[in-house]
């Protein structure tokens, strides 16, 4: 099973200021099979991003991703104050053989 | 619009049984891949169980085998979880999910509200 790891648990930031999340995999994921979901509080998760850097139907491009092999990370340019909540990775990129996991998740929090 | 509306939660005794459902309206059922993902108290979410879009395969985290049963019925348009021999750690809100494909392979396009499940005596 991939283990993913996000960091930092909590990034205090601004609105205007742009966030940078990171995405560590134990090991490489097949051809950069990697998502992004923000969640707010009492909500579904949102998908935002798939294959490490394809954007969500309807997602605003202050939200990019990038990455591969076992490193990914979710940029978003200039926060809103609707982008304060909660990111998750997941990885899919072995789902025939062994389970789709989540990393622990990053909370944005207003500074 | 996607919609996926789950129900059937609450509060069972440790060792009890409950149903999920999830009603989809929106999209084509028969054609996707759906799942059930949880989420522990304060924790992060965990893929519990998926289903292909003909049902004729299902998976499950080892977490759960042996003891939920993923089912679709297309007709109806709707997911379930049987969920037997219940743990305490089985509390989470239970989110049913949509796959982009066929198969329970990939990301999640599209989320349900969820529909809360409490294990405690």
């Known amino acids: 099973e991939i283990v993913l790891t996000q960091s930092p648990g909590t990034l205090s930031l601004s609105p205007g200021e742009g966030a940078t999340l990171s995405c560590r995999a134990s090991?490489?994921?097949?051809?950069?099979?990697l998502a992004w979901y923000q969640q707010k509080p009492g909500r579904a998760p949102r998908l935002l991003i798939y294959?490490?850097?394809r954007r969500a139907t309807g997602v605003p491009d202050r939200f990019s991703g990038s990455g591969s092999g076992t490193d990914f990370t979710l940029s978003i340019s200039r926060l809103e104050p609707e982008d304060f909540a909660l990111y998750h990775c997941?990885?899919?990129?072995?789902?025939?053989?062994?389970?789709?996991?989540f990393g622990q998740g990053t909370k944005v929090e207003i500074k | 619009e996607v919609q996926l509306v789950e129900s059937g939660g609450g509060l069972e005794q440790p060792g009890g049984s409950l149903r999920l459902s999830c009603e989809a309206s929106?999209?084509?059922?028969?054609?996707?891949?759906m799942n059930w993902v949880r989420q522990a108290p304060g924790k992060g979410l965990e893929w519990v169980s998926g289903?292909?879009?003909?049902?004729?395969?299902?998976f499950y985290a080892d977490s759960v085998k042996g003891r939920f049963a993923i089912s679709r019925d297309n007709p109806r348009n709707t997911l379930y979880l049987q969920m037997n021999s219940l743990r305490a750690e089985d509390t989470a809100i239970y989110y049913c999910?949509?796959?982009?494909?066929?198969?329970?392979?990939?990301?999640?396009?599209?989320w349900g509200q969820g529909t809360l499940v409490t294990v405690s005596s």
């Open positions: 999910a949509k796959d982009p494909g066929v198969l329970p392979a990939a990301h999640f396009d599209y």
């Open positions: 929106g999209f084509t059922f028969s054609s996707y891949a």
């Open positions: 289903i292909s879009a003909t049902a004729g395969s299902t």
């Open positions: 090991q490489s994921i097949n051809y950069n099979y």
């Open positions: 294959g490490a850097s």
């Open positions: 997941q990885q899919y990129g072995n789902a025939h053989n062994s389970p789709r996991t």
